[in-house]
């Protein structure tokens, strides 16, 4: 055997080798996400895999932006308390989880009719969730004279967002379905 062929065999068993391991990691890999989403469907009780893939990729967008979970937490719950738990049309078709209307905002486009109640602007489609997350904490950051996400805790956060107008209905109702929602998802949140 020459001296190229010897090469050959060495650097071919290296990299078989190398596949091996490799195929070894994604294995691993595999059984924590499955791991992951089996803890996650726990503490999800009574969500279908879609709602709850739609949760955890939420939480992960806003925790990637560098939300806290107590932040995390205000907005999941009312996220889930204004679209029946991630199961309204533009959540689902349109990758926006909190109902943003399209303006021609960047990163979107128009996406799902609004109901008639709701004005003439159809909510915003983004491609990913993590465009919706872009939008969402700009809205929350530059929209409106208070800014939600400097609440001290869940109430005031829903008293900021009602004080900017951000939605309509009875403010007692909506604090306390916000805050049940907080002690929901306050173990899913642990979990990202």
């Known amino acids: 055997m020459n001296k190229n062929t010897k090469n050959i065999l060495f650097f071919g068993a290296i990299a078989v080798g190398m596949l091996l391991l490799f195929q070894k990691q994604v294995k691993n890999v595999i059984a924590l996400t499955t791991q992951k989403l089996a803890e996650i469907m726990a503490v999800l009780r009574g969500y279908t895999k879609d709602q709850a893939t739609r949760a955890f990729q939420a939480g ?22 204004e679209t029946g738990h991630y199961k309204n049309k533009s959540s689902i078709n349109d990758n926006n989880l909190s109902g943003i209307k399209y303006f021609g905002q960047k990163n979107a486009t128009p996406g799902t009719p609004a109901p008639k109640n709701e ?38 956060f829903v008293k900021r967002l009602k004080a900017n107008g ?11 379905g916000v805050n049940s929602l907080v002690k929901f998802y306050k173990p899913f949140i642990e979990l990202l």
């Open 60 to 81: 992960t967008a806003l925790k990637n932006k560098g939300l806290s979970n107590q932040q995390i937490g205000w907005v999941m719950a009312q996220i889930a308390f």
């Open 119 to 156: 004005g003439t602007a159809p909510y915003a489609r983004f491609a990913t969730i993590d465009d919706w997350a872009n939008d969402y904490l700009r809205i929350m950051k530059t929209v409106g004279k208070f800014r939600p996400l400097e609440a001290t805790d869940s109430t005031e």
């Open 166 to 176: 951000y939605f309509g209905g009875d403010l007692n109702t909506y604090i306390a």
